[in-house]
């Protein structure tokens, strides 16, 4: 199993960005994924989940109305979009399947 994650960076208070993780050695289109956050100095935080079946999403309080997770099944690749950004949204952004994890793409909101 390998997960690729990419389209971090640092983006002003209010900007945007998407990000995405490339799955391969698993049959993507049958399991559920998440992207989780690590802020410094704190624990890691499941963002958001994708189910493998219905595509239902859920999101933790903090960043509903704001962020958006997607899958492309044909690209095996699941997308974050991430809108109205804040300082408290800096972290290492990774994606995860079942016990399998990417090493993650760092995102800084900052002025």
């Known amino acids: 199993v390998q997960l690729v994650e990419s389209g971090g960076g640092l983006v002003q208070p209010g900007g945007s960005l998407r990000l995405s993780c490339v799955a391969s050695g698993f049959p993507f289109s049958n399991y559920d994924m998440r992207w989780y956050r690590q802020a410094p100095g704190k624990g890691r935080e499941l963002v958001a989940d994708?189910?493998?079946?219905?595509?239902?999403?859920v999101y933790v309080d903090s960043v509903k109305g704001r962020f958006t997770i997607s899958r492309d099944n044909a690209k095996n690749t699941v997308y974050l979009q991430m809108n109205s950004l804040k300082p408290e949204d800096t972290a290492v952004y990774s994606c995860?399947?079942?016990?399998?994890w990417g090493k993650g793409t760092p995102v800084t909101v900052s002025s």
């Open positions: 995860n399947v079942q016990f399998y």
């Open positions: 994708i189910s493998s079946t219905s595509g239902s999403t």
